[in-house]
């Protein structure tokens, strides 16, 4: 019963900045945490960043990591991913969804996804 929409993506040159936003409904609040992958072409859905719903824990995979900032605003059920020094690897379709194992970085341990939003990143 978890819904998830994506919004915040677009087009950005190198070294630029983008936030990306994900406002859940259904029950979020019965899974441990949020967090947020992505998706290049060619290439597997691969762990960006998570953060639990309580506390101040984050983590984020060492690609994004002293660039990205994972946040959450939990009176509207919304997290957002602040990237700044965008690089063209970044570029990829990024999803958010709900997990009950923080420290776990597969795919497979969450669910609820959003359609996405496309972050195309040029050079």
């Known amino acids: 019963q978890v819904q998830l929409v994506e919004s915040g993506g677009g087009l950005v040159q190198a070294g630029g900045s983008l936030r990306l936003s994900c406002v859940a409904s259904?029950?979020?609040?019965?899974?441990?945490?949020m967090g947020w992958f992505r998706q290049a072409p060619g290439k597997e859905r691969e762990f960006v960043a998570a953060?639990?719903?309580?506390?101040?824990?984050?983590r984020y995979a060492d690609s994004v990591k002293g660039r990205f900032t994972i946040s959450r605003d939990n009176a509207k059920n919304t997290v957002y991913l602040q990237m700044n020094s965008l690089k063209p690897e970044d570029t990829a379709v990024y999803y958010c969804?709900?997990?009950?194992?923080?420290?776990?970085?597969?795919?497979?341990?969450?669910?609820?996804w959003g359609p996405g939003t496309q972050v195309t990143v040029s050079s």
């Open positions: 259904g029950r979020t609040f019965s899974s441990d945490a």
């Open positions: 969804g709900t997990t009950s194992r923080y420290y776990c970085s597969g795919v497979g341990c969450y669910e609820g």
């Open positions: 953060i639990r719903w309580s506390g101040d824990s984050t």
